[in-house]
C-alpha cells in the first residue's frame, strides 16, 4: 500500500482516488490486515507518503525504494511474506505500473493479488485497456476498496462493522444487531 504526495497531485480525481484509499487503510487496521507501505524516491519528486496513510498506521516503517516493480525489491517481498498471508491487496498511487507490476508478480509466484483500482490513481482519465486486459488474463482480481473490504469483513455481527460503514463513507449503510 502506498501513496505519494508529489505523484498524487497529478492523477485524475485524487479526492475520490484519496478516499477510497484511506477506507482501504482504515477498515484494513480495524480489522487486523496487516500493511505494508512503501515509497519510491521519496525523498525526490514523488514526494513523501500521503500524511492521512501514515497516521493511519501510526509510525508503521515505509520502505523506500528505487526498483520501479515493488515486489523485486526483497525488503518487500519479504515483509509481505512474513505477515504468512497468501491474498495481497494493491492499492498504490499509478495503477498502470506501480500496481500493475507488483500484481503481476506476486501471482507468479502463487499469491491471489487483488487491485482495488478506485485506491489506485490513474494519470488518465480511465484505467488503460491494456492493464486492465493484461492483469485479469494473469488472474489478478480488480475489485473496488469497498467489496474487498466488506469481503474482508464478511459478517454485520463483527465489533468493527459499523466504525467499518462510517470508514467506507456514502452509500453503505451499517446493519444494527436488530437488523433481519
Not at 501510526?58 to 525504494?65: E, N, P, S, T, Y
Not at 469497498?146 to 465489533?159: H, I, T
Request: glycine share 10%.
Amino acid at each position: 500500500m502506498g501513496a505519494q504526495e508529489g505523484l498524487f497531485s497529478q492523477i485524475y480525481e485524487p479526492g475520490h482516488t484519496r478516499a477510497s484509499l484511506l477506507a482501504l487503510a482504515r477498515s484494513a487496521r480495524l480489522l487486523g490486515i496487516p500493511a505494508v507501505m512503501t515509497t519510491a524516491l521519496a525523498g525526490g519528486p514523488n514526494g513523501p507518503q500521503l500524511s492521512e496513510l501514515s497516521e493511519t498506521f501510526g509510525g508503521q516503517a515505509i520502505i523506500d525504494r528505487t526498483l520501479i516493480n515493488a515486489w523485486h525489491d526483497s525488503r518487500v517481498r519479504e515483509a509481505i511474506t512474513r505477515t504468512g498471508r497468501e491474498q495481497v491487496i494493491i492499492a498504490r498511487t499509478g495503477f498502470e505500473v506501480c500496481a500493475q507490476l507488483p500484481a503481476l508478480a506476486c501471482v507468479a509466484e502463487g499469491y491471489d493479488a487483488y487491485v482495488a483500482v478506485d485506491a489506485c490513481g490513474l494519470f488518465a482519465p480511465t484505467p488503460s485497456v491494456a492493464a486492465i486486459s493484461r492483469l485479469t488474463q494473469a488472474g489478478v482480481a480488480l475489485v473496488d476498496a469497498r467489496v474487498v473490504v466488506l469481503e474482508a469483513m464478511a459478517d454485520n455481527a463483527q465489533p468493527e462493522a459499523s466504525e467499518i460503514y462510517a470508514t467506507l463513507g456514502a452509500g453503505l449503510v451499517p446493519m444494527g444487531p436488530t437488523a433481519a
